[in-house]
C-alpha cells in the first residue's frame, strides 16, 4: 500500500516570498491533516479536512496560509508571504475510517527553511 | 491548561533500564489516547493506543488513569534503539475516525550503552 506522499522534500525561500506544499493521501483515506512542527516541540494541527471540507482550521493563521483539497483526494497547503517564523517542517496526514482510529499515516514532511 | 501535555525531559537511561512517561490531559471526555514514536528528522508513527484502562504490547505498557487525567508510557528493558521522541497524543472526543487529534511536545529518551 502507498503511502503518504509529500512535496518537495525541502523548500529554501526568503521573508515575504510565497511557497506551495503538496500531499497525496493514501488512497480511500477521507480525512487529511496538515501540522507544522518546529524544531524541538510537537506537531500543531494547522488544518483537518474531512473529503473536500474543512473540519477545523481554529490554528491556521488565515492572513497568510491556506489550504484547499478541491477533489477530496489530494491537498495543497500554501504560505503567501512567508515569515522567518514559519522555518518548519509541514507534515501531512491521513486517517482511514476503518482499523485504529487513532492511528494518523503521515508522509516524510516537507522542511521549509526561511531566511 | 494545555490540551496536552509532556514533561520533555530529556530521558537518559542505561540500556535495561525501565522508564516510564506522562502525559496530562484536559478534556475530561476524551475517550482514547495514542503514543506515537518519533525518529530524529523523520515522521510520527503510530506506537500504541491506549483504550479504557490500558494496553500492553511487548515492553511496552501505556496506562490511562481517567481519575487524574493522565496516560503513561512505561519501557521496560530499555533497548539502544528505544531512543526517540516519544509523543502523546489526544483527545479524541467522540470516540469517530474524524476526531480532532493534538500532539503533546514530545518526551525526548536517549538509550546509552
Not at chain 1, 44 to 69: H, Y
Not at chain 2, 32 to 38: A, D, E, M, P, T
Not at chain 2, 77 to 101: E, F, I, M, Q, R
Amino acid at each position: 500500500e502507498a503511502g503518504v506522499a509529500q512535496s518537495p522534500r525541502y523548500k529554501i525561500i526568503e521573508k515575504r516570498q510565497s511557497v506551495a506544499f503538496w500531499c497525496n493521501p493514501i488512497s480511500g483515506h477521507a480525512t487529511l491533516y496538515w501540522y507544522q512542527q518546529i524544531l524541538g516541540q510537537g506537531p500543531k494541527l494547522l488544518i483537518q479536512f474531512q473529503n473536500n471540507g474543512v473540519v477545523d482550521d481554529s490554528q491556521l493563521p488565515k492572513d497568510r496560509f491556506s489550504a484547499e483539497r478541491l477533489k477530496g483526494v489530494d491537498s495543497t497547503l500554501k504560505i503567501q508571504p512567508a515569515k522567518l517564523e514559519d522555518s518548519a517542517v509541514y507534515l501531512c496526514a491521513s486517517r482511514g475510517t476503518s482499523g485504529a482510529t487513532g492511528e494518523l499515516f503521515f508522509g516524510e514532511g516537507s522542511r521549509l527553511t526561511v531566511l | 491548561r494545555k490540551e496536552v501535555e509532556q514533561d520533555p525531559g530529556p530521558f537518559n537511561v542505561p540500556e535495561g533500564a525501565t522508564v516510564a512517561f506522562n502525559c496530562t490531559y484536559s478534556n475530561s471526555a476524551s475517550q482514547s489516547f495514542f503514543w506515537y514514536r518519533q525518529d530524529c528528522r523523520k515522521e510520527p508513527k503510530l506506537l500504541m493506543s491506549v483504550y479504557s484502562s490500558g494496553n500492553e504490547d511487548g515492553r511496552f505498557t501505556a496506562q490511562l488513569n481517567r481519575a487524574s487525567q493522565y496516560i503513561s508510557l512505561l519501557i521496560r528493558d530499555s533497548k539502544l534503539s528505544d531512543s526517540a521522541t516519544y509523543l502523546c497524543v489526544g483527545p479524541n472526543a467522540g470516540g469517530t475516525s474524524y476526531g480532532k487529534l493534538t500532539f503533546g511536545q514530545g518526551t525526548i529518551l536517549t538509550v546509552h550503552p
